[in-house]
Antibody
Framework: QLQLQESGPGLVKPSETLSLTCTVSGGSIRSNNYFWGWIRQPPGKGLEWIGS???????DDNPSLKSRVTMSVDTSKSQFSLKLSSVTAADTAMYFCARQGQSGSLYGSHDSWGQGILVTVSS | DIQMTQSPSSLSASVGDRVTITCRAS??????LNWYQKKPGKAPKLLIYAASSLQSGVPSRFSGSGSGTDFTLTITSLQPEDFASYYCQQSYSLPFTFGPGTRVDIK
């Protein structure tokens, strides 16, 4: 069964870069049928799609984050990563990684998720 | 960006009730509409994809309908484990966007 697990610091200082990694197990990150995505939920608020990456490095991201997002993938480690630069308190959120359908009726849906990691931006 | 709205924002219901949640897109999204269940401290769970397709393992009391701009999630007989928040998400165009959520709590 596919499993995803986020890892990274739970506390980041303002203006610094948030860095998270998602490790995929129980399935191949090199699948042609899926992107690998990041979604976040600030405390008490709704869900926001951050972006996604294909196993070959192709990325899509949310323009609302004003080019602060960098994503990468390491297929040898079955991992993909998120970097969010110049963070502020508004970036405090639960961050989830998820598998994202790449085509057909599952396109854009997220059918497997990590448990999430809370990242707080504070000095 | 496509804006998603949901109504109601919250509702109170009893076990066994039929519950209907509505989602509306700011422009047509065909059937690229997904529904998720979210419980506090847990990851979202995909319930319905492509507006009306039931995700594997999801109970048949959940159903989705609609196309274009107006969509509905229905729970035919609410169970104790269904008390949660529900989010719609459009996957018609990037950036993918979610609705603000509907909280379903116990009456």
């Amino acid at each position: 069964q596919l499993q995803l697990q986020e890892s990274g610091p739970g506390l980041v200082k303002p203006s610094e870069t948030l860095s998270l990694t998602c490790t995929v197990s129980g399935g191949s990150i090199r699948s042609n049928n899926y992107f690998w995505g990041w979604i976040r939920q600030p405390p008490g608020k709704g869900l926001e799609w951050i972006g996604s990456i294909y196993y070959n490095g192709l990325t899509d991201d949310n323009p609302s984050l004003k080019s602060r997002v960098t994503m990468s993938v390491d297929t040898s480690k079955s991992q993909f990563s998120l970097k969010l630069s110049s963070v502020t308190a508004a970036d405090t959120a639960m961050y989830f990684c998820a598998r994202q359908g790449q085509s057909g009726s599952l396109y854009g849906s997220h059918d497997s998720w990590g448990q999430g990691i809370l990242v707080t931006v504070s000095s | 960006d496509i804006q998603m709205t949901q109504s109601p924002s919250s509702l109170s219901a009893s076990v066994g009730d039929r519950v209907t949640i509505t989602c509306r897109a700011s422009q047509t999204i065909s059937s690229y509409l997904n529904w998720y269940q979210k419980k506090p401290g847990k990851a979202p769970k995909l319930l319905i994809y492509a507006a009306s397709s039931l995700q594997s393992g999801v109970p048949s009391r959940f159903s989705g309908s609609g196309s274009g701009t107006d969509f509905t999630l229905t729970i035919t007989s609410l169970q104790p484990e269904d008390f949660a928040s529900y989010y719609c998400q459009q996957s018609y165009s990037l950036p993918f966007t979610f609705g603000p959520g509907t909280r379903v709590d116990i009456k």
